[in-house]
T-cell receptor, first 115, second 111 residues
Framework: DAGVTQSPTHLIKTRGQQVTLRCSPK?????VSWYQQALGQGPQFIFQ???????QRGNFPDRFSGHQFPNYSSELNVNALLLGDSALYLC??????????????FGPGTRLTVL | SQQGEEDPQALSIQEGENATMNCSYK?????LQWYRQNSGRGLVHLIL?????REKHSGRLRVTLDTSKKSSSLLITASRAADTASYFC???????????FGEGTQLTVNP
Protein backbone atom coordinates (compact mmCIF):
# COMPACT_ATOMS: atom_id res chain seq x y z
CA ASP A 1 0.00 0.00 0.00
CA ALA A 2 1.80 3.12 -1.26
CA GLY A 3 1.92 6.07 1.06
CA VAL A 4 1.91 9.71 0.07
CA THR A 5 4.57 10.50 -2.52
CA GLN A 6 5.93 13.87 -3.56
CA SER A 7 8.21 15.04 -6.35
CA PRO A 8 10.74 16.39 -6.73
CA THR A 9 12.64 15.89 -3.46
CA HIS A 10 14.69 19.03 -3.83
CA LEU A 11 14.41 22.04 -6.10
CA ILE A 12 16.47 25.18 -6.58
CA LYS A 13 14.95 28.18 -8.34
CA THR A 14 15.76 31.86 -8.70
CA ARG A 15 13.58 34.80 -7.75
CA GLY A 16 10.79 35.50 -10.19
CA GLN A 17 10.63 31.96 -11.55
CA GLN A 18 7.68 29.62 -11.33
CA VAL A 19 7.63 26.16 -9.76
CA THR A 20 5.31 23.15 -9.80
CA LEU A 21 5.34 20.54 -7.06
CA ARG A 22 3.51 17.23 -7.31
CA CYS A 23 1.78 14.93 -4.84
CA SER A 24 0.16 11.52 -5.08
CA PRO A 25 -2.12 10.68 -2.16
CA LYS A 26 -2.20 7.49 -0.18
CA UNK A 27 -4.17 4.75 -1.88
CA UNK A 28 -7.89 5.18 -1.22
CA UNK A 29 -7.64 8.83 -0.17
CA UNK A 30 -9.44 11.56 -2.08
CA UNK A 31 -8.42 14.75 -0.27
CA VAL A 32 -5.08 16.53 -0.59
CA SER A 33 -3.83 19.37 1.58
CA TRP A 34 -0.66 21.41 1.10
CA TYR A 35 1.45 22.93 3.84
CA GLN A 36 4.49 25.19 3.88
CA GLN A 37 7.08 24.71 6.59
CA ALA A 38 9.75 27.35 7.01
CA LEU A 39 12.95 26.37 8.78
CA GLY A 40 12.46 26.00 12.51
CA GLN A 41 8.69 26.51 12.38
CA GLY A 42 5.58 24.39 12.28
CA PRO A 43 3.78 23.72 9.00
CA GLN A 44 1.31 26.34 7.76
CA PHE A 45 -1.79 25.37 5.81
CA ILE A 46 -1.86 26.58 2.19
CA PHE A 47 -5.00 24.97 0.74
CA GLN A 48 -7.00 21.77 0.46
CA UNK A 49 -8.42 20.04 -2.61
CA UNK A 50 -11.36 17.67 -2.73
CA UNK A 51 -13.30 16.54 -5.79
CA UNK A 52 -10.93 18.59 -7.95
CA UNK A 53 -11.92 21.83 -6.23
CA UNK A 54 -10.16 24.06 -3.74
CA UNK A 55 -12.24 23.65 -0.58
CA GLN A 56 -10.25 25.62 1.97
CA ARG A 57 -7.46 28.14 1.75
CA GLY A 58 -5.00 29.50 4.27
CA ASN A 59 -3.47 32.96 4.38
CA PHE A 60 -1.35 32.69 1.25
CA PRO A 61 -1.29 35.06 -1.74
CA ASP A 62 -2.73 34.23 -5.15
CA ARG A 63 0.79 33.39 -6.36
CA PHE A 64 0.08 30.04 -4.75
CA SER A 65 -2.33 27.96 -6.79
CA GLY A 66 -3.14 24.34 -7.14
CA HIS A 67 -4.95 21.66 -8.99
CA GLN A 68 -6.35 18.23 -8.30
CA PHE A 69 -6.68 15.63 -11.03
CA PRO A 70 -9.36 12.95 -11.44
CA ASN A 71 -6.98 10.35 -9.96
CA TYR A 72 -6.79 12.55 -6.82
CA SER A 73 -3.15 13.53 -7.36
CA SER A 74 -2.40 17.21 -6.95
CA GLU A 75 -0.05 19.97 -8.00
CA LEU A 76 1.05 23.09 -6.17
CA ASN A 77 2.16 26.00 -8.34
CA VAL A 78 3.99 29.06 -7.09
CA ASN A 79 4.51 32.01 -9.41
CA ALA A 80 6.92 34.93 -9.14
CA LEU A 81 9.04 33.21 -6.51
CA LEU A 82 10.37 35.24 -3.60
CA LEU A 83 13.27 34.43 -1.32
CA GLY A 84 10.74 33.93 1.46
CA ASP A 85 9.14 31.06 -0.43
CA SER A 86 12.14 28.89 0.45
CA ALA A 87 10.69 26.15 2.62
CA LEU A 88 9.73 22.51 2.89
CA TYR A 89 6.44 21.94 1.10
CA LEU A 90 4.41 19.11 2.54
CA CYS A 91 1.49 17.31 1.02
CA UNK A 92 -1.01 15.45 3.17
CA UNK A 93 -3.77 13.12 2.11
CA UNK A 94 -6.93 12.09 3.89
CA UNK A 95 -10.39 10.74 3.19
CA UNK A 96 -13.57 12.74 2.85
CA UNK A 97 -12.96 16.45 3.34
CA UNK A 98 -15.56 18.00 5.57
CA UNK A 99 -17.35 14.76 6.21
CA UNK A 100 -15.18 12.42 8.21
CA UNK A 101 -12.57 13.03 10.83
CA UNK A 102 -9.55 11.21 9.59
CA UNK A 103 -5.84 11.22 10.02
CA UNK A 104 -3.89 13.26 7.52
CA UNK A 105 -0.90 11.30 6.21
CA PHE A 106 2.06 13.35 5.11
CA GLY A 107 4.53 12.83 2.30
CA PRO A 108 8.29 13.32 2.64
CA GLY A 109 8.10 16.87 1.33
CA THR A 110 9.79 18.94 -1.36
CA ARG A 111 12.62 21.20 -0.23
CA LEU A 112 12.42 24.41 -2.30
CA THR A 113 15.32 26.84 -2.26
CA VAL A 114 14.89 30.22 -3.92
CA LEU A 115 18.12 32.09 -4.71
CA SER B 1 -1.00 31.81 12.04
CA GLN B 2 0.01 29.26 14.64
CA GLN B 3 -2.67 28.12 17.03
CA GLY B 4 -0.71 25.81 19.26
CA GLU B 5 2.21 26.55 21.45
CA GLU B 6 4.46 23.71 22.48
CA ASP B 7 6.36 23.71 25.70
CA PRO B 8 9.26 23.30 26.08
CA GLN B 9 10.81 24.40 22.80
CA ALA B 10 13.69 21.99 23.38
CA LEU B 11 14.13 19.01 25.68
CA SER B 12 17.25 16.91 26.26
CA ILE B 13 17.06 13.68 28.27
CA GLN B 14 18.92 10.42 28.77
CA GLU B 15 17.84 7.14 27.22
CA GLY B 16 15.34 5.35 29.42
CA GLU B 17 13.89 8.54 30.90
CA ASN B 18 10.38 9.80 30.20
CA ALA B 19 9.75 12.85 28.04
CA THR B 20 6.75 15.12 28.47
CA MET B 21 5.75 17.77 25.96
CA ASN B 22 2.86 20.17 26.34
CA CYS B 23 0.67 21.92 23.82
CA SER B 24 -1.79 24.76 24.27
CA TYR B 25 -4.30 26.00 21.72
CA LYS B 26 -6.77 28.84 21.39
CA UNK B 27 -10.01 27.79 19.71
CA UNK B 28 -12.54 25.00 20.06
CA UNK B 29 -11.37 21.84 18.34
CA UNK B 30 -12.71 18.62 16.88
CA UNK B 31 -9.52 16.73 17.58
CA LEU B 32 -5.85 17.18 18.39
CA GLN B 33 -3.07 15.21 16.75
CA TRP B 34 0.59 14.69 17.51
CA TYR B 35 3.19 14.28 14.78
CA ARG B 36 6.92 13.50 14.75
CA GLN B 37 9.41 14.92 12.26
CA ASN B 38 12.96 13.72 11.80
CA SER B 39 15.52 16.23 10.49
CA GLY B 40 13.20 18.32 8.32
CA ARG B 41 11.62 15.36 6.60
CA GLY B 42 7.94 14.41 6.36
CA LEU B 43 5.63 14.28 9.34
CA VAL B 44 4.77 10.94 10.90
CA HIS B 45 1.38 10.69 12.57
CA LEU B 46 1.62 9.46 16.16
CA ILE B 47 -1.79 9.71 17.75
CA LEU B 48 -5.16 11.45 17.41
CA UNK B 49 -7.34 12.33 20.38
CA UNK B 50 -10.88 13.56 19.89
CA UNK B 51 -12.41 16.45 21.81
CA UNK B 52 -14.62 14.09 23.83
CA UNK B 53 -11.66 11.96 24.93
CA ARG B 54 -9.41 12.73 27.88
CA GLU B 55 -6.61 10.21 27.53
CA LYS B 56 -5.27 7.88 24.89
CA HIS B 57 -2.43 5.38 24.75
CA SER B 58 -0.41 3.94 21.90
CA GLY B 59 2.58 1.81 22.79
CA ARG B 60 5.00 4.02 24.73
CA LEU B 61 2.92 7.12 24.01
CA ARG B 62 0.31 8.62 26.31
CA VAL B 63 -1.67 11.67 25.30
CA THR B 64 -4.00 13.68 27.50
CA LEU B 65 -6.43 16.39 26.48
CA ASP B 66 -8.02 19.03 28.72
CA THR B 67 -10.50 21.00 26.65
CA SER B 68 -11.37 23.28 29.57
CA LYS B 69 -7.75 24.43 29.69
CA LYS B 70 -7.25 24.06 25.94
CA SER B 71 -4.15 22.00 26.49
CA SER B 72 -2.69 18.60 25.71
CA SER B 73 0.36 16.66 26.76
CA LEU B 74 2.39 13.94 25.09
CA LEU B 75 4.32 11.53 27.30
CA ILE B 76 6.93 9.23 25.80
CA THR B 77 7.97 6.57 28.29
CA ALA B 78 11.31 4.73 28.38
CA SER B 79 12.74 6.96 25.67
CA ARG B 80 15.23 5.70 23.08
CA ALA B 81 17.85 7.49 21.00
CA ALA B 82 15.61 6.83 17.98
CA ASP B 83 12.93 9.07 19.56
CA THR B 84 15.16 12.08 18.85
CA ALA B 85 13.03 14.30 16.61
CA SER B 86 10.77 17.34 16.55
CA TYR B 87 7.28 16.81 17.89
CA PHE B 88 4.32 18.90 16.79
CA CYS B 89 0.78 19.14 18.01
CA UNK B 90 -1.87 20.03 15.48
CA UNK B 91 -5.51 20.88 15.97
CA UNK B 92 -8.42 20.28 13.66
CA UNK B 93 -11.27 22.70 14.34
CA UNK B 94 -13.93 20.92 12.36
CA UNK B 95 -14.08 17.48 10.82
CA UNK B 96 -11.89 17.14 7.76
CA UNK B 97 -10.59 20.67 7.91
CA UNK B 98 -7.11 22.13 7.96
CA UNK B 99 -4.58 21.28 10.62
CA UNK B 100 -3.14 24.16 12.63
CA PHE B 101 0.30 23.36 13.98
CA GLY B 102 2.35 24.65 16.87
CA GLU B 103 6.03 25.54 16.69
CA GLY B 104 7.17 22.14 17.89
CA THR B 105 9.37 20.67 20.61
CA GLN B 106 12.85 19.45 19.69
CA LEU B 107 13.51 16.30 21.70
CA THR B 108 17.04 14.95 22.03
CA VAL B 109 17.52 11.55 23.66
CA ASN B 110 21.13 10.93 24.58
CA PRO B 111 22.37 7.31 24.54
Amino acid sequence: DAGVTQSPTHLIKTRGQQVTLRCSPKSGHDTVSWYQQALGQGPQFIFQYYEEEERQRGNFPDRFSGHQFPNYSSELNVNALLLGDSALYLCASSLGAGTVTDTQYFGPGTRLTVL
Amino acid sequence: SQQGEEDPQALSIQEGENATMNCSYKTSINNLQWYRQNSGRGLVHLILIRSNEREKHSGRLRVTLDTSKKSSSLLITASRAADTASYFCATEETSGSRLTFGEGTQLTVNP
